[in-house]
């Protein structure tokens, strides 16, 4: 059975895409990308499952086209240094398991003992007033196949109310993406005129091929994405277009 393709529509007044190569600064790359359209397709319905035996399916993007030019603005930025932790780590926190261990947004190295902790200012070379038309296929897992039109179905119907299990956004949480299912039959709006060779584009930041969990370490793949006429076709993962990482063993 051939998966159908879902079609968004996404807006919004800021955007980052960082690229990776880039650890201090945050520059974006010009348009979005597969890993940050997976997201918004995963905010709106996906079925998290600790137990990867028992996910269900994954989001494939496919196209991506431009209905907006690029715009770039520079912000800067008050970040904290420490990572959040994990889900797991919260949990125990929640429970009682262990102490709770807080992220200081102000503190001196002579308060914490490390010059790690604490905010610092970032420069942000963001994109501003961002469009996009987004097309992506759910995958079903082995065993899940007979799922797929149910799966689809349940999709559309969140869509098209607007709901999501939390906030799209684009790229960064405090940038949020607004989101409209393109039906079919409808008008659509061409894309901008504009080809653009990117160059190496981060393709995703996890192991695609497999039913993972929130646990996973990174898995970053890579493509050469090029923009003609306003579109990005975008390569399945299993292509050998994508470059891919090797995933680190616990």
Same mark, same amino acid.
């Given at each position: 059975?051939?998966?159908?393709?879902?079609?968004?529509?996404?807006?919004?007044? !800021?955007?980052?895409f960082?690229?990776?190569?880039?650890?201090?600064?945050?520059?974006?790359y010009?348009?979005?990308?597969?890993?940050?359209?997976?997201?918004?397709?995963?905010?709106?319905?996906?079925?998290?499952?600790?137990?990867?035996?028992?996910?269900? !399916?994954?989001?494939?993007?496919?196209?991506?086209?431009?209905?907006?030019?690029?715009? #770039?603005?520079?912000?800067?930025?008050?970040e904290?240094?420490?990572?959040?932790?994990?889900e797991?780590?919260?949990?125990?926190?929640?429970?009682?398991?262990?102490?709770?261990?807080?992220?200081?947004?102000?503190?001196?190295?002579?308060?914490?003992?490390?010059?790690? +902790?604490?905010?610092?200012?970032?420069?942000?070379?963001?994109?501003?007033?961002?469009?996009?038309r987004l097309?992506?296929?759910?995958?079903?897992?082995?065993?899940?196949?007979?799922?797929?039109p149910?799966?689809?179905?349940?999709?559309?119907?969140?869509?098209?109310?607007?709901?999501?299990?939390?906030?799209?956004?684009?790229?960064?949480?405090?940038?949020?993406? #607004?989101?409209?299912?393109?039906?079919?039959?409808?008008?659509?709006?061409?894309?901008?005129?504009?080809?653009?060779?990117?160059?190496?584009?981060?393709?995703?930041?996890?192991?695609?091929?497999?039913?993972?969990?929130?646990?996973?370490?990174?898995?970053?793949?890579? !493509?050469?994405?090029?923009?003609? +006429?306003?579109?990005?076709n975008?390569?399945? #993962?299993?292509s050998?277009?994508?470059? +891919?990482?090797?995933?680190?063993?616990?």
């Amino acid at each position: 059975m051939k998966p159908r393709e879902q079609v968004l529509e996404v807006w919004g007044g !800021f955007a980052c895409f960082s690229r990776p190569e880039l650890k201090v600064e945050r520059f974006s790359y010009p348009v979005i990308t597969p890993s940050a359209a997976r997201g918004i397709y995963d905010a709106i319905y996906c079925k998290p499952n600790k137990d990867p035996t028992k996910a269900e !399916f994954r989001w494939q993007v496919t196209r991506i086209e431009l209905l907006s030019h690029p715009s #770039y603005i520079a912000l800067r930025r008050n970040e904290v240094k420490e990572k959040a932790p994990s889900e797991r780590t919260i949990l125990q926190w929640a429970s009682g398991q262990t102490q709770p261990e807080p992220i200081w947004a102000d503190a001196t190295k002579d308060f914490t003992g490390t010059a790690d +902790k604490g905010r610092t200012q970032r420069q942000t070379m963001a994109l501003k007033d961002v469009h996009y038309r987004l097309h992506a296929e759910i995958r079903p897992w082995t065993g899940f196949e007979g799922r797929l039109p149910a799966l689809e179905a349940q999709f559309r119907r969140r869509a098209a109310n607007g709901k999501c299990i939390y906030q799209p956004y684009f790229g960064c949480r405090e940038f949020p993406a #607004y989101f409209e299912l393109v039906e079919r039959d409808t008008p659509q709006e061409a894309p901008v005129p504009l080809d653009m060779d990117i160059g190496l584009m981060l393709y995703d930041v996890f192991d695609l091929s497999r039913a993972g969990t929130s646990e996973d370490e990174p898995c970053i793949s890579l !493509f050469r994405p090029k923009v003609e +006429k306003g579109v990005m076709n975008v390569p399945d #993962y299993d292509s050998d277009d994508v470059l +891919k990482g090797v995933r680190r063993q616990r």
